[in-house]
C-alpha cells in the first residue's frame, strides 16, 4: 500500500556514540523548526513544533534517541529563547516523554510506517498527555489546548512524519 511500508527501527546502547550523535542531530531540529514556527502568530502552540523530531527520532531510532531528544529539546529551546516558557515546561517534558515512549514502541511492535500507526502515536501521547496536564493545572481549557488549537501540528506531524519516515526507511546505521 502506497500509505504503508516497511521499518528497521534501529536500537542503540547506551555507550554507542551514534546514539548521541542522531540524538544532537533531532535535538537541533527541535531548536530550529519551532524558531521557524514562532514567527507565526501562536505558531508554536498551533504547530506544536518542539514534539515533530522527537517522533521521527523515537520512531526509526528507537525509544532512547527519543527519550533523550524529548528531554533536552523542551529544556535548550526554553533556556536559550525562553520557549516554552518555564511555567510550561514539566508538561511539554511529560507530553514528549509519552512520545517519545509511544513512538519507540509501535514501531517495534509492529514494524512499518503507516498513517493509522503515526495517529496511534500522537493519539497515545496526547490523550494521556492531556489527562496528566489536567491534574497538573487543573485547568480543562489548558489540558485540551494542545488537542483543539494543536490540530495544524497534529496533521503536521502525521503527514511530515509519515513522509520523513518513509525517506529514512531504508536507513541502516
Known sequence: MMFSGALSPLTFKWHDLKMYVFSFLFIAGNILLPQ?????????????????????????FGW?????????????????????????????LIKST?????AGWVAVH?????????????????IPGSLIEWAITKSLAAAIQDITIGIP?????????????????????
Open 64 to 92: 532512547k534517541v527519543g527519550f533523550i531528544t524529548a528531554l533536552c529539546s523542551p529544556v535548550f529551546n526554553s533556556v536559550l529563547f525562553g520557549m516554552p516558557p518555564l511555567a510550561a515546561l514539566p508538561v511539554i
Open 36 to 60: 521557524l514556527c514562532h514567527q507565526l502568530p501562536q505558531g508554536g502552540q498551533m504547530l506544536m513544533p518542539i514534539y515533530f523530531f522527537t517522533l521521527i527520532a523515537s520512531y526509526k
Open 110 to 126: 509492529f514494524k512499518k510506517i503507516s498513517l493509522p500507526l503515526l495517529l496511534l502515536v500522537i493519539l497515545g501521547y496526547q
Open 98 to 102: 509519552l512520545l517519545a515512549l509511544v
Open 153 to 173: 501540528g497534529m496533521f503536521l506531524q502525521l503527514i511530515g512524519g509519515w513522509f520523513l519516515l518513509k525517506k529514512l526507511a531504508g536507513y541502516e546505521s
